[in-house]
């Protein structure tokens, strides 16, 4: 089964950047989506990036839509979440998560999750 392990989180100032990997440890050939999630303390977790095999057009939640960059590099089975233009509200633990085969979501949530990485943005 796929294992997946995300790095790079950290802390920052407000206006910064950051970019997260999330390392695929193993591949499979039936993979219908990978989505990046993010979630603070005591709050529901909020869909941030997604890309489906349907669309190869990576989509975005419109609170990070032209600060965020996602991408994919299958030869490295690694998926990225480029961040600029950081603010204090994207402070939180970020996931990656992927489905494999017959799709289970809408936002690729019912599949493989993360551990999380954390990022903080201070102002």
């Known amino acids: 089964q796929v294992q997946l392990m995300e790095t790079g989180g950290g802390s920052v100032q407000a206006g910064g950047s950051l970019r997260l990997s999330c390392a695929a440890s193993?591949?499979?050939?039936?993979?219908?989506?990978m989505a990046w999630f993010r979630q603070v303390p005591g709050a529901k977790r909020e869909w941030v990036a997604g890309?489906?095999?349907?669309?190869?057009?990576?989509l975005y939640n419109a609170a990070v839509n032209g600060r965020f960059a996602l991408s994919l590099d299958d030869a490295e089975n690694t998926m990225y979440l480029q961040m600029n233009e950081l603010k204090p509200e994207d402070t939180a633990m970020y996931y990656c998560?992927?489905?494999?085969?017959?799709?289970?979501?809408?936002?690729?949530?019912?599949?493989?999750w993360g551990q999380g990485t954390q990022v903080t943005v201070s102002s």
């Open positions: 998560a992927a489905e494999y085969g017959p799709p289970r979501s809408v936002d690729c949530s019912g599949g493989t």
């Open positions: 193993g591949y499979s050939p039936d993979r219908n989506c």
């Open positions: 890309i489906f095999t349907s669309n190869p057009t990576a």
